[in-house]
Protein backbone atom coordinates (compact mmCIF):
# COMPACT_ATOMS: atom_id res chain seq x y z
CA UNK A 1 0.00 0.00 0.00
CA UNK A 2 1.55 3.65 -0.97
CA UNK A 3 2.11 6.36 1.67
CA UNK A 4 0.45 8.91 -1.47
CA UNK A 5 -2.85 9.92 -0.49
CA UNK A 6 -4.13 12.69 -2.42
CA UNK A 7 -7.87 13.76 -2.48
CA UNK A 8 -10.06 12.11 -4.83
CA UNK A 9 -12.89 13.98 -5.83
CA UNK A 10 -15.65 12.01 -7.59
CA UNK A 11 -18.51 13.66 -9.09
CA UNK A 12 -21.65 11.02 -8.88
CA UNK A 13 -25.06 11.29 -9.85
CA UNK A 14 -27.11 8.03 -9.64
CA UNK A 15 -25.05 4.93 -10.28
CA UNK A 16 -24.82 3.36 -7.16
CA UNK A 17 -23.19 -0.20 -8.27
CA UNK A 18 -20.61 1.83 -10.24
CA UNK A 19 -20.29 3.69 -7.45
CA UNK A 20 -19.71 1.26 -5.05
CA UNK A 21 -16.95 -0.71 -7.94
CA UNK A 22 -14.97 2.96 -8.00
CA UNK A 23 -14.48 3.45 -4.37
CA UNK A 24 -13.56 -0.29 -3.67
CA UNK A 25 -10.85 -0.29 -6.17
CA UNK A 26 -9.21 3.01 -4.66
CA UNK A 27 -9.78 1.56 -1.29
CA UNK A 28 -7.80 -1.22 -2.65
CA UNK A 29 -4.82 1.09 -4.44
CA UNK A 30 -4.25 2.86 -0.98
CA UNK A 31 -6.96 5.90 -1.27
CA UNK A 32 -7.47 7.33 1.91
CA UNK A 33 -10.88 9.63 2.64
CA UNK A 34 -11.77 10.15 -0.87
CA UNK A 35 -14.71 13.16 -1.48
CA UNK A 36 -17.30 12.55 -2.99
CA UNK A 37 -19.98 15.11 -4.46
CA UNK A 38 -23.42 13.55 -4.48
CA UNK A 39 -25.21 15.48 -6.85
CA UNK A 40 -28.84 16.01 -5.64
CA UNK A 41 -28.34 13.02 -3.59
CA UNK A 42 -29.11 10.40 -6.24
CA UNK A 43 -26.02 8.64 -5.85
CA UNK A 44 -26.33 7.19 -2.36
CA UNK A 45 -23.28 9.38 -0.23
CA UNK A 46 -24.85 8.82 3.17
CA UNK A 47 -25.31 5.05 2.08
CA UNK A 48 -21.56 4.83 0.84
CA UNK A 49 -20.36 6.24 3.59
CA UNK A 50 -22.17 4.11 5.93
CA UNK A 51 -20.42 0.78 3.98
CA UNK A 52 -16.89 2.69 3.74
CA UNK A 53 -16.50 4.62 7.15
CA UNK A 54 -13.45 6.32 5.14
CA UNK A 55 -15.61 8.82 2.89
CA UNK A 56 -16.50 12.33 2.86
CA UNK A 57 -19.86 13.25 1.27
CA UNK A 58 -21.15 16.54 -0.33
CA UNK A 59 -24.83 16.48 -0.95
CA UNK A 60 -26.21 19.35 -3.37
CA UNK A 61 -29.60 20.36 -3.43
CA UNK A 62 -29.35 21.45 -7.26
CA UNK A 63 -27.71 19.78 -9.93
CA UNK A 64 -24.11 21.27 -10.32
CA UNK A 65 -23.06 18.49 -13.10
CA UNK A 66 -19.70 17.31 -13.21
CA UNK A 67 -17.95 19.88 -13.55
CA UNK A 68 -19.71 21.80 -10.46
CA UNK A 69 -19.53 18.85 -8.33
CA UNK A 70 -15.55 18.80 -9.19
CA UNK A 71 -15.00 22.74 -8.04
CA UNK A 72 -17.01 21.82 -4.54
CA UNK A 73 -14.65 18.96 -4.01
CA UNK A 74 -11.58 21.05 -4.73
CA UNK A 75 -12.58 23.21 -2.36
CA UNK A 76 -13.07 20.81 0.27
CA UNK A 77 -9.59 19.36 -0.35
CA UNK A 78 -7.94 22.76 0.40
CA UNK A 79 -9.83 23.56 3.93
CA UNK A 80 -8.54 19.79 4.82
CA UNK A 81 -5.64 20.75 3.55
CA UNK A 82 -4.73 17.66 1.34
CA UNK A 83 -1.41 18.01 -0.60
CA UNK A 84 -2.62 16.19 -4.05
CA UNK A 85 -5.94 16.41 -5.90
CA UNK A 86 -7.01 13.69 -8.01
CA UNK A 87 -10.30 14.72 -10.28
CA UNK A 88 -12.02 10.96 -10.22
CA UNK A 89 -15.27 9.64 -12.45
CA UNK A 90 -17.64 7.22 -10.77
CA UNK A 91 -17.79 4.93 -13.83
CA UNK A 92 -14.14 4.08 -13.45
CA UNK A 93 -11.56 1.58 -11.45
CA UNK A 94 -8.34 2.02 -10.60
CA UNK A 95 -5.51 -0.64 -11.43
CA UNK A 96 -4.19 -1.93 -7.75
CA UNK A 97 -1.31 -0.27 -8.40
CA UNK A 98 -2.60 3.19 -9.44
CA UNK A 99 -1.84 5.38 -6.88
CA UNK A 100 1.84 4.27 -6.38
CA UNK A 101 2.15 4.70 -10.31
CA UNK A 102 1.46 8.48 -10.26
CA UNK A 103 3.22 8.95 -7.03
CA UNK A 104 6.71 7.86 -8.66
CA UNK A 105 5.52 10.05 -11.55
CA UNK A 106 4.68 12.70 -9.60
CA UNK A 107 8.03 12.82 -7.50
CA UNK A 108 10.16 13.16 -10.76
CA UNK A 109 7.84 15.40 -12.20
CA UNK A 110 6.94 18.13 -9.25
CA UNK A 111 4.22 20.69 -10.13
CA UNK A 112 2.94 19.12 -13.05
CA UNK A 113 -0.68 18.22 -14.13
CA UNK A 114 -0.40 14.50 -14.67
CA UNK A 115 -3.26 12.35 -16.40
CA UNK A 116 -4.02 8.43 -16.44
CA UNK A 117 -4.24 6.02 -19.16
CA UNK A 118 -7.80 5.19 -19.58
CA UNK A 119 -8.75 1.98 -20.90
CA UNK A 120 -12.21 -0.01 -21.79
CA UNK A 121 -13.49 -1.85 -18.88
CA UNK A 122 -14.97 -4.12 -21.31
CA UNK A 123 -11.79 -4.76 -22.98
CA UNK A 124 -8.98 -3.68 -21.08
CA UNK A 125 -6.55 -4.62 -23.65
CA UNK A 126 -7.65 -0.91 -25.13
CA UNK A 127 -7.26 2.38 -24.66
CA UNK A 128 -9.87 4.55 -24.60
CA UNK A 129 -8.08 7.64 -23.72
CA UNK A 130 -4.62 8.86 -22.94
CA UNK A 131 -4.64 12.47 -22.75
CA UNK A 132 -4.95 14.83 -25.89
CA UNK A 133 -4.20 16.63 -28.96
CA UNK A 134 -5.22 19.51 -29.99
CA UNK A 135 -4.83 19.77 -33.84
CA UNK A 136 -5.87 23.26 -34.60
CA UNK A 137 -5.50 22.92 -38.09
CA UNK A 138 -6.42 19.28 -38.55
CA UNK A 139 -8.77 17.09 -36.59
CA UNK A 140 -8.87 19.95 -33.93
CA UNK A 141 -9.13 18.41 -30.28
CA UNK A 142 -8.91 14.80 -29.97
CA UNK A 143 -8.25 12.23 -27.46
CA UNK A 144 -4.72 10.31 -27.50
CA UNK A 145 -4.35 6.84 -28.66
CA UNK A 146 -8.12 6.49 -28.83
CA UNK A 147 -8.78 2.73 -29.50
CA UNK A 148 -5.31 1.58 -30.00
CA UNK A 149 -3.89 -1.64 -28.48
CA UNK A 150 -2.08 -0.91 -24.88
CA UNK A 151 1.28 -2.72 -26.22
CA UNK A 152 1.27 0.62 -28.46
CA UNK A 153 1.34 3.04 -25.80
CA UNK A 154 5.14 4.55 -24.53
CA UNK A 155 6.79 3.10 -22.15
CA UNK A 156 7.53 6.55 -20.58
CA UNK A 157 5.32 9.44 -19.63
CA UNK A 158 4.98 12.02 -22.59
CA UNK A 159 3.39 15.32 -23.25
CA UNK A 160 -0.13 16.00 -23.56
CA UNK A 161 -2.10 19.03 -24.59
CA UNK A 162 -4.99 18.58 -22.58
CA UNK A 163 -6.52 15.93 -19.97
CA UNK A 164 -9.85 14.50 -19.12
CA UNK A 165 -11.24 14.50 -15.72
CA UNK A 166 -10.76 11.53 -15.20
CA UNK A 167 -7.41 10.51 -12.95
CA UNK A 168 -6.03 13.89 -13.56
CA UNK A 169 -3.86 14.32 -10.81
CA UNK A 170 -3.57 18.50 -9.71
CA UNK A 171 -1.52 20.00 -6.92
CA UNK A 172 -2.26 22.88 -5.32
CA UNK A 173 0.64 25.11 -7.04
CA UNK A 174 -0.88 24.04 -10.65
CA UNK A 175 -4.20 25.66 -9.01
CA UNK A 176 -3.17 28.27 -7.93
CA UNK A 177 -1.59 29.23 -11.78
CA UNK A 178 -4.78 27.96 -13.67
CA UNK A 179 -7.54 28.40 -10.87
CA UNK A 180 -10.26 25.99 -10.74
CA UNK A 181 -12.96 24.88 -13.17
CA UNK A 182 -15.06 26.92 -15.15
CA UNK A 183 -18.36 25.22 -13.98
CA UNK A 184 -20.63 27.72 -15.78
CA UNK A 185 -19.52 27.83 -18.64
CA UNK A 186 -19.22 23.94 -19.00
CA UNK A 187 -21.22 22.21 -16.43
CA UNK A 188 -20.59 18.69 -17.87
CA UNK A 189 -18.18 18.11 -20.75
CA UNK A 190 -14.91 20.64 -21.74
CA UNK A 191 -14.42 22.05 -18.48
CA UNK A 192 -11.52 19.52 -17.77
CA UNK A 193 -10.30 20.33 -21.03
CA UNK A 194 -10.31 23.70 -20.85
CA UNK A 195 -8.35 23.48 -16.84
CA UNK A 196 -5.92 21.54 -18.59
CA UNK A 197 -5.06 23.92 -21.14
CA UNK A 198 -5.42 27.00 -19.38
CA UNK A 199 -2.59 25.68 -17.14
CA UNK A 200 -0.40 24.62 -19.50
CA UNK A 201 -0.50 28.37 -21.07
CA UNK A 202 0.70 29.57 -17.73
CA UNK A 203 3.55 27.25 -17.86
CA UNK A 204 2.13 24.27 -15.95
CA UNK A 205 3.50 20.76 -18.06
CA UNK A 206 0.85 18.79 -18.86
CA UNK A 207 2.21 14.56 -19.29
CA UNK A 208 0.05 11.40 -18.97
CA UNK A 209 1.44 8.71 -17.02
CA UNK A 210 1.21 5.35 -19.31
CA UNK A 211 1.62 2.96 -16.42
CA UNK A 212 -1.38 4.54 -14.30
CA UNK A 213 -3.95 2.43 -15.25
CA UNK A 214 -7.77 2.99 -15.29
CA UNK A 215 -10.68 1.03 -16.86
CA UNK A 216 -13.71 3.04 -17.79
CA UNK A 217 -17.51 1.89 -17.65
CA UNK A 218 -17.74 3.27 -21.28
CA UNK A 219 -21.57 4.43 -21.92
CA UNK A 220 -23.65 4.68 -25.16
CA UNK A 221 -21.99 8.20 -26.35
CA UNK A 222 -19.16 5.43 -27.75
CA UNK A 223 -20.20 3.62 -31.11
CA UNK A 224 -17.22 1.35 -30.23
CA UNK A 225 -19.65 0.17 -27.49
CA UNK A 226 -22.91 1.01 -28.30
CA UNK A 227 -23.38 1.79 -32.27
CA UNK A 228 -23.52 4.83 -33.88
CA UNK A 229 -26.04 6.89 -33.06
CA UNK A 230 -29.25 8.17 -34.59
CA UNK A 231 -29.38 11.19 -36.80
CA UNK A 232 -31.47 12.57 -34.53
CA UNK A 233 -29.90 11.98 -31.21
CA UNK A 234 -26.81 13.56 -32.38
CA UNK A 235 -28.24 16.53 -33.55
CA UNK A 236 -29.72 16.88 -30.25
CA UNK A 237 -26.37 16.65 -29.03
CA UNK A 238 -24.84 18.88 -30.82
CA UNK A 239 -27.50 21.43 -29.58
CA UNK A 240 -27.13 20.78 -25.88
CA UNK A 241 -24.40 23.16 -24.45
CA UNK A 242 -23.83 20.28 -21.57
CA UNK A 243 -22.78 17.23 -24.17
CA UNK A 244 -19.26 16.32 -25.49
CA UNK A 245 -19.85 17.91 -29.07
CA UNK A 246 -22.22 21.01 -28.18
CA UNK A 247 -21.10 23.52 -30.82
CA UNK A 248 -21.25 25.88 -28.53
CA UNK A 249 -18.83 24.78 -26.06
CA UNK A 250 -16.32 24.23 -28.67
CA UNK A 251 -16.84 27.29 -30.52
CA UNK A 252 -15.72 28.85 -26.51
CA UNK A 253 -13.11 26.00 -26.06
CA UNK A 254 -11.30 27.55 -29.37
CA UNK A 255 -12.15 30.88 -29.01
CA UNK A 256 -10.04 30.68 -25.81
CA UNK A 257 -7.36 28.14 -26.38
CA UNK A 258 -7.05 28.25 -30.73
CA UNK A 259 -4.96 30.09 -32.71
CA UNK A 260 -5.45 33.78 -32.26
CA UNK A 261 -7.54 35.58 -35.08
CA UNK A 262 -7.36 32.22 -37.00
CA UNK A 263 -9.69 30.54 -34.50
CA UNK A 264 -13.28 30.46 -36.59
CA UNK A 265 -11.09 29.06 -39.87
CA UNK A 266 -9.65 26.30 -37.72
CA UNK A 267 -13.46 25.93 -35.81
CA UNK A 268 -14.71 25.41 -39.10
CA UNK A 269 -12.15 22.45 -40.06
CA UNK A 270 -13.52 20.93 -36.79
CA UNK A 271 -16.92 21.39 -38.10
CA UNK A 272 -16.01 19.20 -41.22
CA UNK A 273 -14.28 17.16 -39.44
CA UNK A 274 -16.80 16.12 -37.14
CA UNK A 275 -19.24 15.56 -40.15
CA UNK A 276 -17.12 12.64 -41.95
CA UNK A 277 -16.10 11.42 -38.86
CA UNK A 278 -20.09 11.04 -38.16
CA UNK A 279 -19.76 9.16 -41.53
CA UNK A 280 -17.10 6.89 -40.82
CA UNK A 281 -18.36 5.79 -37.44
CA UNK A 282 -22.13 4.82 -39.17
CA UNK A 283 -20.01 2.75 -41.35
CA UNK A 284 -18.03 1.27 -39.05
CA UNK A 285 -20.21 0.75 -36.16
CA UNK A 286 -23.83 0.43 -37.24
CA UNK A 287 -26.14 0.98 -34.93
CA UNK A 288 -27.55 -2.72 -35.57
CA UNK A 289 -24.81 -3.75 -33.36
CA UNK A 290 -26.00 -2.16 -30.08
CA UNK A 291 -29.34 -3.37 -31.01
CA UNK A 292 -28.46 -6.79 -31.48
CA UNK A 293 -29.78 -9.71 -29.14
CA UNK A 294 -26.92 -10.34 -26.79
Not at 16 to 30: K, M, Y
Not at 267 to 273: H, K, N
Request: glycine share 8%; proline share 7%.
Amino acid sequence: MTSFAPAVIIPAYGRLESTRRCLASLRAAGARRPILIDDCGTAGGDLLAAETGDLDVITTSRPVWWAGAAVLGLAKAVERGDRHFLLFNQDVTAAPDYLRRLEETERVNPGTLIGSTVLYSNDPSRVWSAGGAAEWFGRGIRARHHGSPVKDLPAEPFEADWLPGMGTLVSPDVLRLAGTLDAERFPLAWADTDFSMRARERGVRVIVDPAARLFHEVGTYDPRVAGAQRVRTDLRWLRDPRHHVSLSAQTEIWRRHGPRGLWPVSLAMRVVVLLANYVRMRLLYPRERSEAPS
